[in-house]
Nanobody
Framework: QLQLVESGGGLVQPGGSLRLSCAASGFTLDYYAIGWFRQAPGKEREGVSC????????YYTDSVKGRFAISRDYAKGTVYLQMNSLKPEDTAVYYC?????????????????WGQGTQVTVSS
């Protein structure tokens, strides 16, 4: 059974950093486009960042550009989201997702498998 597991969430003060991890069981993430999404209370889920399988190209939503960085560790089969300079508005449940179709990733909710999410809370 294909499963994605996110980890690394938690409570952090404004200006702090967290690194989220996305790992898979039942398959390896190395060959697929991976997206990170988030959903805050009362809001729709939004795409935060993604990394393509074709050329490793990365994309970010405007609100996190310059603060977040997505990367892959092929040796560990893991995708990371490094989040720096965190703001209270970054508070949300963060999900990773994998596409079995896209080679060039997109920040739309059109991925095939999703993790259960990890809570990120930015508060003083």
């Amino acid at each position: 059974q294909l499963q994605l597991v996110e980890s690394g969430g938690g409570l952090v003060q404004p200006g702090g950093s967290l690194r989220l991890s996305c790992a898979a069981s039942g398959f390896t993430l190395d060959y697929y486009a991976i997206g990170w999404f988030r959903q805050a209370p009362g809001k729709e889920r939004e795409g935060v960042s993604c990394i393509s399988s074709s050329d490793g190209s990365t994309y970010y939503t405007d609100s996190v550009k310059g603060r977040f960085a997505i990367s892959r560790d092929y040796a560990k089969g893991t995708v990371y989201l490094q989040m720096n300079s965190l703001k209270p508005e970054d508070t949300a449940v963060y999900y990773c997702a994998v596409s079995m179709v896209f080679r060039r990733c997109v920040l739309r909710n059109e991925y095939d498998y999703w993790g259960q999410g990890t809570q990120v809370t930015v508060s003083s």
